[in-house]
């Protein structure tokens, strides 16, 4: 079975500074999908981006990219010039087929002003 | 942008009572559904997945006798939870995939919070 690991409970920054969020996954399949969701306080879930995992570009968003090595199965998440808003609970996920998301564990990120 | 909406948004019931939650996507159709719970400070799990007409896949270890998915129309997934208990206390969320292939995207609905006493 997939698995999903976020080795950052939480972590915090000061507003406009950069953080990488960590995440490693361990699949036997070579194509599939990855993504981060974040989840603020009002607990939506908000897709922030997503990567194809034959891509070999890492996928951005804005102030939002990722680092992608497939290789090594790791997904992290960079935000740049961090905003108060994006203190939120943030969620990786692979996608294991017809969309079934695996969660990692989540990382409350926290954007200090 | 895709919005899927929940219904109600928290409940308060007593123990042994059912609950029923709809999800709905309110501007497209979803030919699938998804239904996760998350406890306080954890992640999400997915329960099942729902399809329209069809029975729903439960995953391993939920009690499908226990939550009843109904998925009738292209619009609306229901869960019920049936004789809950305290210990089914939890925020439950539901997902709706929308798009065909490289865009295909999953839109989350902004969850109910269920307390039983």
């Known amino acids: 079975a997939q698995t999903v690991t976020q080795s950052q409970p939480e972590m915090s920054v000061q507003e406009a500074e950069t953080v990488t969020l960590s995440c490693t996954y361990d699949?036997?399949?070579?194509?599939?999908?990855l993504f981060w969701y974040k989840q603020p306080p009002s607990r939506q879930m908000i897709l922030v981006i997503r990567q194809e995992a034959y891509k070999q570009q890492n996928a951005t968003e804005n102030r939002f990219s990722v680092n992608f090595q497939k290789a090594a199965k790791s997904f992290s998440l960079k935000i740049s010039d961090s905003q108060l808003g994006d203190t939120a609970m943030y969620f990786c996920a692979f996608d294991q087929g017809a969309q079934k998301l695996v969660f990692g564990q989540g990382t409350r990120l926290t954007i200090n002003p | 942008g895709a919005v899927v909406s929940q219904h109600p948004s928290w409940v308060i019931c007593k123990s042994g009572t059912s609950v029923k939650i709809e999800c709905r996507s309110l501007d497209f159709q979803a030919t699938t559904m998804f239904w996760y719970r998350q406890f306080p400070k954890q992640s999400l799990m997915l329960m099942a997945t729902s399809n329209e007409g069809s029975k729903a896949t439960y995953e391993q270890g939920v009690e499908k006798d226990k939550f009843l998915i109904n998925h009738a129309s292209l619009t609306l997934s229901t869960l019920t939870v049936t004789s809950a208990h305290p210990e089914d206390s939890s925020f439950y969320i539901c997902?709706?995939?929308?798009?065909?292939?490289?865009?295909?995207?999953?839109?989350f609905g902004p969850g109910t919070r269920l307390l039983v006493l």
């Open positions: 699949t036997s399949e070579n194509n599939y999908y």
């Open positions: 997902s709706a995939r929308t798009g065909q292939g490289l865009e295909e995207t999953q839109y």
